[in-house]
């Protein structure tokens, strides 16, 4: 099992950046497979980014693509969400997830662990 706290949000300008983290508690860090997810007011829980177990394999939501980078360090339990050129409608809360399972890792069913989430407000 694997606990997850996510930091990072705050409030950012539109055209800004900003770093996610999401530290992970317990063993075996390395056997997750990771990603990000973002639910904003009144909708959907939408897939952001994932990385594989060694971080070879990335994969992104089509609207993230060229903004934002997916990264992990095993060595210190943390995976890290880079979002760059950032618009308004990237407000949203912005949940960490592991699976230990294979796959695409890119839908909510994939994940068996869940962080508590950050806020990112983007103002225009």
């Known amino acids: 099992q694997v606990q997850l706290v996510e930091s990072g949000g705050g409030l950012v300008q539109a055209g800004g950046s900003r770093r996610l983290s999401c530290a992970a508690s317990?063993?075996?860090?390395?056997?997750?497979?990771m990603g990000w997810f973002r639910q904003a007011p009144g909708k959907e829980r939408d897939f952001v980014a994932a990385?594989?177990?060694?971080?070879?394999?990335?994969r992104y939501a089509d609207f993230v693509k060229g903004r934002f980078t997916i990264s992990r360090d095993n060595a210190r339990n943390t995976v890290y969400l880079q979002m760059n050129s950032m618009k308004p409608e990237d407000t949203a809360v912005y949940y960490c997830?592991?699976?230990?399972?294979?796959?695409?890792?890119?839908?909510?069913?994939?994940?068996?662990?869940w962080g508590q989430g950050t806020q990112v407000t983007i103002s225009s």
């Open positions: 997830a592991a699976s230990r399972d294979p796959g695409l890792w890119m839908s909510v069913s994939e994940y068996a662990y």
């Open positions: 317990g063993r075996s860090f390395s056997n997750y497979a």
């Open positions: 990385l594989s177990y060694t971080g070879s394999i990335t």
